[in-house]
Structure formats: C-alpha cells, structure tokens
C-alpha cells in the first residue's frame, strides 16, 4: 500500500494527474491523505479535480495534537 501525502495547492495540482491514474489501476492500492494548513487554498484543487482524500490531518490548536479524520 502506497500513502500520498500533500498539503499545498501546488502539491494538490502537481499530484492531480498520479491520483486519477492510480484511483482508475484496480491493482494499486493507495490511501490520499491531505493536511489542513492550508485547506481553504486546497480545497479549490480537490473540488475542481473531484478528488476526495481518505485522510485529512488535522492539528488541533488547544492541545497542539494532530487530530486524523476519515473523510470516506
């Protein structure tokens, strides 16, 4: 199992074109998971590209922990 990390917009587009080819490969197995410092910019990429990461890391700003949600 591969795990794709990202977290920038730039990241987000750069990485665009290797999730479509790996969400289509039945044989690959790959979890997409995203960070939330900067969501809003990266949202706009996820949105655009119908992306839906399996993970999003979240920092919990109180405890100064990181927080994992499963998105899907």
Do not use: A, N
């Not at 990241?11 to 490969?25: A, R, Y």
């Not at 960070?35 to 920092?59: A, C, G, W």
């Amino acid at each position: 199992m591969e795990i794709i990390v990202f977290e920038t917009r730039l990241e987000g587009i750069i990485f665009t074109p290797l999730i479509q080819v790996i969400s289509k490969t039945e044989e690959l197995d790959c979890l997409f998971v995203i960070t939330k410092q900067h969501y809003e910019m990266l949202d706009q990429v996820l949105l655009f590209f119908s992306i839906s990461p399996t993970y999003k890391l979240i920092r919990q700003i109180q405890r100064k922990t990181p927080f994992i949600e499963k998105t899907g």
